[in-house]
């Protein structure tokens, strides 16, 4: 009795992980999939095509190697099925990104708060966590559309979070990843420069560099986090620094309007 228990739980635990590896790869490639369909409606059809193709060429091989059991060939589909999804993954945010950068462009980023109140708070707070990751925007920009859309608290409060959001993850991936990744990233030419602003004196360069906007945010963080800075330094100095840089953005219309 005991045997057929110790059979039958061990049977459970090999079978289980393959058929939930299955399904939870079988599904990232339809999301993958629908987003590449639906969601790039502007992206280049013939290219558009060809990852669809593809796409569901992954899908059939892992269907058929998991029916079939074909253990070695079902690890190497789940792999490939990773990996496409990386890939889907990327050029739908660099997609959804250029239409956000276009977007805030052509009608301004207070125009679409207001046209979009319900969203509005969401909306703002993405914006300023992206700013330091992937969205060349500049900070001015964003608090000051958010200050007059929302009023100067909100804006304070939604930007400083999605700011130190942002520039944390930013520090965290290039700390993790390390120069390779971060080389393809961003400009080799501005990472070379913050460098040099903090040969000398890091702590001090890095609250001025954040505080006046001499590089972008998401240089900094990249520099701080290649270069080996204290963590605990730059938690610090970064919260400071968007402390007073977004609370001085945020409540720069209600001082223009007193001065």
């Not at 569901?56 to 074909?70: F, N």
């Not at 990773?82 to 301004?108: H, Q």
């Not at 509005?120 to 500049?138: D, E, M, R, T």
Request: proline residues 3%.
């Amino acid at each position: 009795m005991n045997l057929k228990m110790q059979r039958s739980t061990f049977s459970y635990k090999i079978v289980n992980p393959d058929r939930y590896g299955f399904i939870t790869h079988l599904g990232i490639l339809f999301i993958s999939i629908y987003l590449l369909s639906q969601s790039l409606a502007t992206f280049e059809p013939m290219y558009r095509t060809i990852l669809l193709i593809a796409g569901y060429s992954v899908i059939i091989l892992l269907i058929t190697s998991y029916i079939l059991k074909r253990e070695t060939f079902f690890e190497k589909m789940k792999t490939i099925s990773i990996v496409y999804s990386i890939i889907m993954a990327a050029i739908f945010l660099t997609y959804s990104m250029s239409r956000i950068v276009v977007t805030i462009d052509n009608k301004g980023l207070e125009t679409i708060l207001n046209e979009n109140m319900e969203l509005a708070k969401l909306i703002y707070f993405s914006v300023c966590y992206a700013q330091p990751i992937i969205l060349p925007v500049p900070e001015i920009v964003t608090v000051v559309a958010g200050s007059a859309a929302l009023g100067p608290f909100t804006a304070f409060i939604l930007g400083f979070m999605g700011a130190v959001l942002g520039i944390l993850t930013m520090f965290y991936l290039s700390r993790t990843f390390g120069m390779k990744l971060v080389q393809r990233l961003v400009n080799e030419k501005q990472l070379d420069q913050y460098h040099r602003f903090v040969k000398k004196n890091e702590t001090w360069i890095l609250i001025l560099l954040f505080i006046v906007p001499v590089l972008p945010d998401e240089i900094i963080c990249v520099g701080a986090g290649v270069s080996g800075v204290i963590v605990k330094r730059f938690v610090i100095i970064a919260v400071l620094g968007k402390l007073l840089t977004t609370f001085s953005l945020a409540y720069s219309l209600r001082l223009t309007e007193l001065f």
